[in-house]
């Protein structure tokens, strides 16, 4: 049985939805938080059970029968982050999984600007040290949070934030995609993927001049300093910890850590990925 975690969520979803258009509905088990959550997916005929990473002795029966466990990672950061993700792994190990896959990220580094990617980093060393086989899939940046750095842009005509870099950026939808391939494909890649990635890096000027282009309206970007975007969003009612781990994203780009990007995205799907002027394309229409 594959075992699929996070399915709740706009990852997970997705690939619990693609993967049952590869594998029959009775091979499928979800590992939720909230059963209810998931009355679609019993519905579908998809075995759904408890599990929760942060009660890690609620995962036995949710892995049960496990050939592969796909853990998506969890939304906390640090320690917590890595404690879920050790938990999850721990428990596919024992419930006898053969092989374990791990939603980590294309930068995933232990010394990252951007807190995020050293607790990829930290899971991946507890996937190497599980004794189990396993695939970490080195996803882009989800070009999701484009939308959120553009912030009032397209009102006011300027993309304020703070200096960047070329990023990854690619969509749910693809990496949903190639990670049901991947499961129903068992053992394509073994350890680190590639990066997994569409095949363009642009930064937030190249953003500003496809949302240009695609309203006809000029979108300038300007550069703000880091102390005062922080000062700012604080000011707006943004956490701190929250600021200071988006500035964290910022300064992680500008530093190129978002740069890269690889074919074997496209070569999984057999299709090109979706341009990030596609998403903006449907944005700017409103
Ligand atoms: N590649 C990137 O650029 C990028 C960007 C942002 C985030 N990420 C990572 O990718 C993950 C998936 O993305 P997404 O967009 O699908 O996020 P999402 O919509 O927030 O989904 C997160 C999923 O994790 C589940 N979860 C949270 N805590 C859990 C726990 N203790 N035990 C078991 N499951 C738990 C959630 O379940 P509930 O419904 O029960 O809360 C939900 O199904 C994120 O959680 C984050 O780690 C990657």
Redesign the pocket.
């Known amino acids: 049985m594959i075992i699929v ?8 979803s997705r690939i619990v939805d693609r993967l049952l258009d590869r594998v029959p509905a009775d091979e499928v088990g979800v590992s ?3 059963t209810g ?1 998931a009355a679609d997916l019993t519905a579908r005929g998809v075995r759904v059970r408890h ?4 009660d890690p002795s609620s995962l036995a029966a949710a892995f049960e029968g496990a050939a592969q466990v796909l853990v ?4 906390r950061t640090g320690a917590d982050a890595v404690a ?1 993700h050790a938990a999850a792994i721990g428990a596919a190990r024992v419930a006898g999984a053969r092989r374990i896959l791990y ?1 980590s ?1 294309q930068a995933a580094a232990a010394d990252s600007a951007f807190a ?1 990617m050293p607790d990829h980093a930290a899971t991946e060393r507890h996937l190497a040290a599980a004794g189990v086989a396993f695939t970490a899939l080195r ?4 070009a999701s ?1 484009i939308p959120h750095l553009l912030g009032r842009a397209l009102e006011t005509g300027e993309l304020v934030a703070p200096a960047d870099g070329p990023v990854s950026w690619t969509v ?1 939808d693809d990496l949903a995609e190639a990670t049901a391939i991947l499961l129903a494909d068992e053992g394509r890649f073994d350890g680190p993927t590639p990066p997994l990635t569409a095949p363009d890096a642009l930064d937030l000027a190249d953003v500003a001049a496809i949302v240009s282009d695609l309203t006809g309206r000029t979108v300038r970007r300007v550069v703000v300093d880091d102390a005062e975007w922080t000062d700012a969003m604080i000011a707006h009612g943004m956490p701190v910890e929250q600021a200071r781990l988006l500035l964290g994203m910022f300064r992680a780009a500008r530093a190129g850590e978002f740069a890269t990007t690889g074919p074997e995205l496209e070569k999984v799907l057999q299709r090109p990925a979706t341009p990030v002027r596609a998403l903006l394309a449907g944005i700017s229409a409103g």
């Not at 998506?72 to 939304?75: A, D, L, M, Y």
């Open positions: 975690t996070g399915v709740t969520g706009q990852l997970g939720v938080r909230d959550a599990g929760d990473f942060a998506v990672s969890t939304s879920d939603t990220h995020p996803n882009g940046f989800y949070t749910h």
